[in-house]
């Protein structure tokens, strides 16, 4: 079996931002605040993926994907807790009508009713709804739901622990993902991604917080942002840090993916990377939906890279499916009952 | 003769923090600004430098290093444009000196007195001094003067254009390099050095900046940051933003260095980034200053990755010579001037 770790509902039928539009209009004119309906026929839903992620599972052989919500449009710093709760939950619905109707082809994997300034309770409720309610496996967590400005504390602050105790609690990963940019310094797909993934593995090796939380676990996505590249660098600043070394400290609780859309990034990462810590996905529809014309082939066409990686079968099957079970016991459960 | 692009001035001699830790603490009192006098022997100088980076150039078998001031302290954040003014010359002033004690081992690069509001006119003021009066060959510019809340416009805002114009007209090249970080999600070595290279790349990507300026030059240092590790996802980009291939576009105008401290890395930035794009530097004494266990020797002394890459003399000269004194055109001219 082949789980693609990382993919959204960027092909979410138009009555979602048509929602979303009237929200934000609202929010402007000043009219009180008011969740409403959003107006999806199942046929549209279908209609949305079957041309898309559904199409592109099977030209590349893949069987499950880890879904979640488009993460470009979480858009947390627009409006207040309200704003954010009425949108969020609106997206994790739809997430999980997709899961209901193709529950052999998606998972689903919640996004948060983040704020850049508020306490975390909705948070934590929301998860709670969307893993017990539900049958979420995870959830995707903004380290900086400010848009590009960076004002909330680092994910090592104590502000964080009420969410963490919450996901130890139901035991759940969370993949660090940040949204839209509204920093006209950074672009969304292009650098705020990246950089949030670098900054992110950085606040985990220069902090404590595994000791706190030994059962943690995130998933760094973006093949771990510049980290791979720059191993070195991190091996030596962890050491100058008086930090544990990697291995044996902030890679007990943090996976990569393989949204690295050539073969030698890919190469890189197997070369640095413990298998152990590196799941496969591919961000598809995602940020690069072209085709590389140096292969011909889609550049998010992960699996293609890793295919011509030297693995064993056993180790194949660690990046496609063993490293997912872990990380994500959830699905493991799910794909057991399933008989799988 | 090797060239190493990349090198800071970290390990000066006290009085410059005296001078810095004054100009804060009357800064705090609200005393009036005094540039005053930084106190510093010639012997301090030396002793500075004898048991670092001329011991390292000794030893690794460098000959010249493109030096500038310390990248963490230029601190663009702190005080106002005389703030600023007074400890850049102060900082560029003891760059020329080490460069006149050792002619043969150093070429200087200035710090430019930016703040996170103020328009470039003293930057333009300060390079002038710097390269026609002292004999600089290039600038840091920092692409996020106020030091981690990215408020400045993108490098390829108008904002930016006097000092572009000024840089063209002495033929200089930039290295993009932020200093320290004072938002506590980003660590200053580990991630804000590194997202700052990415970002600066992206920027470049979007923008028709070299259309407006065909002649400016940019050293993203730290192998690039993110982006050769992701080289097909920004390849993928240009072609979903309908921007020109990089190799036609970015690359006439950008460069990256060899400041990747582990064999993999600098592997994969010879495969994926054009020879002619890339130059030999190592940031010692810098970020990572420990020996890595792996290997035995240092993490910074990037000439020994680039050693054990499989290249021709005329690639190696390019790299470790040829390259520089294309995108430093005054340090090639000094160079000549001395019958190197």
Redesign the interface.
């Known amino acids: 079996m082949i789980i693609d770790c990382h993919g959204h509902y960027t092909t979410a039928p138009k009555g979602l931002q048509a929602w979303r539009d009237n929200q934000t209009a609202a929010l402007k004119s000043g009219a009180p605040a008011a969740k409403g309906t959003v107006t999806i026929s199942d046929d549209e839903i279908r209609d949305s993926l079957e041309n898309a992620q559904l199409k592109l599972q099977r030209e590349r052989g893949t069987d499950v994907t880890i879904f979640s919500p488009r993460a470009s449009a979480m858009a947390h710093h627009i409006g207040d807790a309200t704003t954010s709760l009425h949108w969020t939950q609106h997206c994790n619905d739809l997430i999980h009508r997709v899961c209901t109707l193709y529950p052999e082809n998606f998972v689903a994997v919640c996004q948060l009713p983040q704020t850049p300034k508020d306490p975390l309770a909705n948070c934590v409720a929301e998860l709670e709804r969307c893993v017990n309610g539900m049958g979420f496996i995870g959830c995707n967590l903004n380290?900086?739901p400010s848009g590009?400005?960076?004002g909330?504390?680092?994910l090592t602050?104590k502000y964080w622990y009420p969410f963490y105790e919450k996901m130890v609690e139901l035991d759940v990963p969370a993949m660090v993902h940040v949204s839209a940019s509204c920093?006209?310094?950074?672009?969304t797909?292009?650098?705020h991604y990246?950089?949030a993934d670098?900054?992110a593995?950085?606040?985990f090796?220069?902090s404590d917080l595994f000791k706190d939380f030994p059962k943690l676990r995130f998933v760094i996505p973006?093949?771990g942002?510049?980290v791979?590249?720059?191993?070195?660098?991190?091996?030596?600043?962890a050491?100058?840090l008086k930090q544990p070394s990697l291995d044996g400290h902030v890679m007990k609780n943090v996976w990569f993916d393989t949204c690295?859309?050539?073969q030698?990034?890919i190469?890189?990462l197997f070369?640095?990377i413990d298998l152990d810590n590196i799941l496969f996905g591919s961000e598809m529809v995602g940020?690069?939906?072209?085709i590389?014309?140096?292969t011909g082939h889609y550049?998010?066409d992960t699996k293609r890279y890793i295919d011509a990686l030297d693995l064993t079968p056993a180790q194949r099957h660690q990046i496609y499916e063993g490293n997912a079970r872990r990380v994500y016991p959830r699905l493991d459960a799910q794909l057991k009952e399933r008989g799988l």
């Open positions: 380290p900086d590009g400005y960076w909330a504390p680092p602050d920093n006209a310094n950074f672009h797909t292009g650098s990246i950089n670098t900054t593995f950085m606040q090796l220069t973006h093949g942002g510049a791979p590249y720059h191993w070195g660098r991190y091996r030596g600043l050491d100058m690295v859309y050539h030698p990034g190469d890189l070369e640095v940020a690069v939906r072209g590389d014309p140096e550049f998010d």
